[in-house]
């Protein structure tokens, strides 16, 4: 999952791997406690959803934007044992 979000964010070398990881067990707990299942957070298919919510408080130091919640939602009513 680090290596995808990372590109999606646009982050080449390992200097921030450690801050980076720390925000995506962040934002995949957050998505866990919200309804959303593990399986599906932790398939690679979520790193876009991941990277944005990263990008929204780390980077853009700014509340999660109306794009992750809505994509959030989304998730949480899918079946987590269906692809």
């Known amino acids: 999952m680090l290596d995808q979000v ?9 200097f921030q791997d450690e ?17 959303i299942p593990s399986s599906i957070v932790d398939d690679v298919k979520s790193a876009g959803v991941i990277a944005r919510g990263i990008d929204d408080v780390y980077f853009q ?3 999660l934007s109306n794009y992750f919640w ?10 987590g044992d269906k692809k």
Request: charged share 30%.
């Open 61 to 63: 130091k700014t509340d």
């Open 70 to 79: 809505q994509r959030a939602t989304q998730l949480a009513y899918k079946d």
């Open 6 to 14: 990372k590109k999606l964010l646009g982050i080449t070398g390992k």
């Open 19 to 35: 801050t980076i990881q720390g925000w995506i067990d962040e934002i995949k707990q957050l998505m866990i406690d919200g309804g």
